[in-house]
């Protein structure tokens, strides 16, 4: 499985962004799919995460109601749409996957996305 995160950028506070991830498997829409970030001299943290079919859906609560996540398994891609964007949300953006189903913690990903910056100006 290959992960490959695009997207990230410089914006000013209350700005937008659309982070992708475009994956690679022989069943992709097995797979539970999420996004995580990690600052400088910070754990990684989850963000959000969704499940093959969409209908399951999850939020970290300093995300819930500006970031959405969704998946088109027809184009092997999930997306991060984040809005209202705060400096707090300066960090590296990791997209991950893994089969064995869902969690919040890193540990829980076999497969991990290079990583792309987003960077909020105050």
């Known amino acids: 499985v290959q992960l490959q995160a695009s997207g990230g950028g410089l914006v000013q506070a209350g700005g937008s962004l659309r982070l992708s991830c475009a994956f690679s498997?022989?069943?992709?829409?097995?797979?539970?799919m999420a996004w995580f970030r990690q600052s400088p001299g910070k754990e990684r943290e989850f963000v959000a995460a969704i499940n093959w079919s969409g209908r399951n859906i999850y939020y970290a609560d300093s995300v819930k109601g500006r970031f959405t996540i969704s998946r088109d398994n027809a184009k092997n891609t999930v997306y991060l749409q984040m809005n209202s964007l705060k400096p707090e949300d300066t960090a590296v953006y990791y997209c991950a996957a893994t089969l064995r189903g869902s969690s919040w913690s890193p540990s829980g990903y076999d497969y991990w996305g290079q990583g792309t910056q987003v960077t909020v100006s105050s």
């Open positions: 498997a022989s069943t992709v829409n097995s797979y539970f």
